[in-house]
Antibody, heavy 119, light 107 residues
Framework: QITLKESGPTLVKPTQTLTLTCTFS??????????VAWIRQPPGKALEWLAV???????HNTPSLKNRLTITKDTSKNQVVLTMTNMDPVDTATYFC???????????WGQGILVTVSS | DIQMTQSPSTLSASVGDRVTITCRAS??????LAWYQQKPGKAPNVLIQ???SLESGVPSRFSGSGSGTEFTLSISSLQTDDIATYYC?????????FGQGTKVEIK
């Protein structure tokens, strides 16, 4: 059974760096074809893809966030970490991590974590 | 970036109606498209992958079709449990992009 869960701070101040951890079970990020992505959703708005990491270290980030994102994986701990620098109130959103297989969409999702950016 | 445009933004229909949601891509994405259902306060749930492949466990009243730039998600007989917002997503090329969502309501 595949599960994912996001953890991290729920409140950050403007200009701070956000670090979110996705801890998963039921699969390994060392297995060929496996990836873990981050997606966010501002309150009442649409989904936005942020970043993805794969078993072969192929990482991709959305260019819209102008190099503010870093995605890393710790295969031994079954974790994927997303770091977002220079947080702003417009970054207030629910952040999800999700599992995918190459050539497929996002088939398992975490419950999400609401992050509020406010001074 | 590939833009994904869904229509309509909101859809009101009666229980038992056939419902169709359209998703258009700004350039060809072949069949690299997924459809998700999201209920309030919950994470999205994948319904369809590769444009027309029904995910295991998803009711057969859901179906997907299309290729290239135009895609549809259909619900053959709308049920109250289908009240949700539906999103399309292309994974043909990075950055992956989602449509803006279609909210389905009961009339």
């Amino acid at each position: 059974q595949i599960t994912l869960k996001e953890s991290g701070p729920t409140l950050v101040k403007p200009t701070q760096t956000l670090t979110l951890t996705c801890t998963f079970s039921g699969f390994s990020l060392s297995t060929a074809g496996v990836g873990v992505a981050w997606i966010r959703q501002p309150p009442g708005k649409a989904l936005e893809w942020l970043a993805v990491t794969h078993w072969n270290d192929a990482n991709h980030n959305t260019p819209s966030l102008k190099n503010r994102l870093t995605i890393t994986k710790d295969t031994s701990k079954n974790q994927v970490v997303l770091t977002m620098t220079n947080m702003d109130p417009v970054d207030t959103a629910t952040y999800f991590c999700a599992h995918r297989l190459v050539w497929m969409g996002l088939n398992y999702w975490g419950q999400g974590i609401l992050v509020t950016v406010s001074s | 970036d590939i833009q994904m445009t869904q229509s309509p933004s909101t859809l009101s229909a009666s229980v038992g109606d056939r419902v169709t949601i359209t998703c258009r891509a700004s350039q060809s994405i072949e069949n690299w498209l997924a459809w998700y259902q999201q209920k309030p306060g919950k994470a999205p749930n994948v319904l369809i992958q590769k444009a027309s492949s029904l995910e295991s466990g998803v009711p057969s009243r859901f179906s997907g079709s299309g290729s290239g730039t135009e895609f549809t998600l259909s619900i053959s007989s709308l049920q109250t449990d289908d009240i949700a917002t539906y999103y399309c997503q292309q994974y043909h090329s990075y950055p992956w992009t989602f449509g803006q969502g279609t909210k389905v309501e009961i009339k």
